[in-house]
């Protein structure tokens, strides 16, 4: 039952990479701008799953903090990205 | 704390959460590189990586709470997180391709007036 387990990890892993790859691929051939953040957003939070596959897989805690902190770094910038293509500013005076 | 200590009933539901979970993440993926509009994209890639997180994060918290003998809940901080914020960068993002298509449909809109009237 272990061995479905560690198979069911791997599949579970090899589809955020896949996922990854793809965001990558928009994000390189987006025609918009738009197009490139929704690509970098994809992509950011994809990373956070394959970390939190590695956590699972090692059960190891430390895992949790980092894809805690991409999860707030990568909102802040696709916040950031989106407010400038909307306004032209990030922070309005 | 090796993988031998998981028991059954973490194992068969965790693991079929993992799979759905990476199922769903992949379709939307899919839905990003092939769909030909920008809403079609974000449509697709903001239901499958909401959906996708919470599966994952859900397995995880099943299996560290068997192999630590205790419940577990941290991981709940992610997927509150992940909740709250996925709505509001996709509506900023929508908010900012409606903004930029419409400049654009009024600029060849201004350009095509002008050439009329030149003419």
């Known amino acids: ?93 | 704390m090796t993988m031998n200590a998981l028991p059954l009933w973490a194992t068969l539901p965790a693991g079929m959460l993992l799979i759905a979970g990476g199922l769903l993440t992949l379709i939307g993926s899919i839905g990003l590189l092939r769909f030909p509009t920008f809403f079609q994209r974000i449509h697709a890639v903001s239901m499958g990586s909401t959906l996708g997180t919470g599966c994952v994060l859900i397995a995880s918290m099943l299996v560290s709470s068997a192999l630590l003998q205790r419940p577990v809940v941290h991981q709940i901080l992610i997927t509150m997180f992940i909740v709250m914020t996925a709505p509001v960068t996709a509506m900023l993002l929508m908010r900012a391709a409606v903004y930029r298509s419409r400049v654009r449909m009024d600029d060849e809109h201004d350009a095509a007036a002008e050439q009329k009237v030149e003419s």
């Open chain 1, 1 to 93: 039952m272990n061995t479905l387990f560690n198979y069911a990890a791997w599949f579970a892993s090899l589809c955020f990479v896949l996922a990854m790859i793809f965001a990558l691929i928009r994000m390189f051939r987006g025609p918009a701008a738009q197009d490139r953040v929704l690509a970098l957003d994809t992509l950011y939070i994809n990373g956070m799953l394959t970390l939190l596959m590695l956590g699972i897989r090692s059960s190891s805690i430390v895992y949790f903090d980092m894809a805690l902190l991409i999860a707030l770094f990568g909102f802040a910038g696709t916040i950031a990205l989106a407010k400038f293509l909307l306004r032209g500013e990030v922070i309005e005076p």
